[in-house]
């Protein structure tokens, strides 16, 4: 990228009332960052959604020279930069209506790699959590994933950690500048992570690690992964919303169970029984869901059990697959003209019943 596209990209991200979506639909209709800028205040006006706020805004001189301080940061520091046009960006990312325009990034990522996954949950990590973690990321290792997280207590980082020590790619993704590590206990891994990974941010130096930029950080965790996986969650917390963004972009979302009792086991469970997480109990259900085994070899059927009893509505879900395929849980609640939480607690039997299996896309299968 030139200086100029550069500085541009960076006076679209520090206007207050621009956000990603706009910012792209700018840079369409005018053809680049640069010309966005060089376009009159009647020409930028015509454009759909754009007010004459937002034009004011973009023609403050102000945000020039904050674009021009912070350029200076990006090169007397070697920052690494991510434009969504250019092919080096995360490839998920770009299918995201709101994936930033412009990402910062240091250390060694290598974003080739398809194989990319998140993996997210409580500060708070019990010893549960942390075998799980643990054992997860040495039995993927073979397959050589990039790991994702967000680098904070609890799970992020011991997951991040356990990558390292397989020699896996492993990306923190910060809700802050790079000219900063939060939280700082953590700066004892920055240079592990950068050998094997790196961190990405679409946050400036003058960025604080604040509440709502956790939140926004979420949606590039969630959007740059093919699958999503929520280790352990009370019932409420971020993780939580890294799923939710995650289902938004239509990604594999998986869940760790745990007891009922738990509380850090709640949010997993939940996510589960409403049908916005598939159950994982070990690195084998998430390699076979997403079909990363096909590359080497078709997975080991499974076998159905001989003289199988189903009862009249497993009778209906089954023949209505036999007949139309892989189908989703909503169509076949609809064709099958059930409710889809008796449709879902329904394929659950018949799986264990080994007539029915998930597939990847959250479909089902006869078998």
Not at 70 to 98: G, R, V
Not at 146 to 158: E, H, N, T
Not at 281 to 308: C, H, N, R
């Amino acid at each position: 990228m030139s200086k100029d596209e550069i500085i541009a990209l960076l006076r679209l991200q520090s206007v207050p009332n621009i956000g990603d979506i706009t910012a792209k639909k700018l840079i369409a209709h005018c053809g680049s960052p640069e010309a966005v800028f060089s376009r009159k205040f009647n020409s930028l006006l015509k454009i759909d959604g754009i007010g004459r706020h937002t034009i004011n805004g973009l023609l403050d001189t102000e945000h020039l020279e904050a674009a021009q301080e912070e350029y200076q940061f990006i090169q007397e520091n070697d920052i690494q930069l991510y434009s969504f046009t250019d092919p080096n960006y995360p490839a998920a990312l770009k299918h995201c209506i709101d994936g930033p325009i412009l990402l910062f990034g240091s250390g060694k990522i290598d974003l080739n790699n398809r194989k990319l996954i998140s993996v997210v949950g409580t500060r708070n990590i019990t010893s549960y959590g942390t075998a799980f973690c643990e054992e997860f990321i040495e039995a993927v290792a073979p397959l050589n994933p990039i790991i994702v997280s967000g680098f904070a207590y609890g799970v992020d980082i011991c997951v991040q950690k356990a990558a390292v020590k397989n020699g896996l790619q492993t990306i923190g993704c910060l809700a802050h500048g790079l000219n900063q590590i939060y939280p700082k206990l953590h700066e004892r891994f920055v240079v592990d992570v950068e050998k094997n990974g790196g961190f990405l941010t679409e946050f400036w130096s003058t960025s604080q690690p604040e509440k709502k930029n956790f939140l926004k950080r979420n949606r590039i965790i969630a959007g740059m992964s093919e699958a999503t996986i929520v280790v352990e969650s009370a019932e409420k917390g971020g993780s939580l919303v890294t799923a939710d963004i995650a289902n938004s972009y239509n990604r594999d979302v998986f869940a760790v169970p745990g007891r009922v009792q738990d509380r850090y086991s709640t949010g997993c469970n939940n996510l589960i029984k409403q049908q916005k997480a598939q159950m994982i109990t070990s690195a084998a259900d998430l390699i076979y869901m997403l079909g990363w085994e096909l590359e080497d070899k078709q997975p080991a059927p499974i076998q159905k059990q001989l003289f199988v009893e189903l009862d009249d509505t497993e009778q209906d879900i089954y023949n209505y697959l036999q007949v139309g395929g892989k189908k989703m849980l909503d169509n076949i609640a609809l064709d099958c003209n059930l409710p889809i939480f008796r449709v879902s607690s329904t394929l659950l039997n018949m799986e264990m019943k080994g007539v029915v299996r998930p597939l990847p896309g959250k479909l089902f299968e006869a078998i």
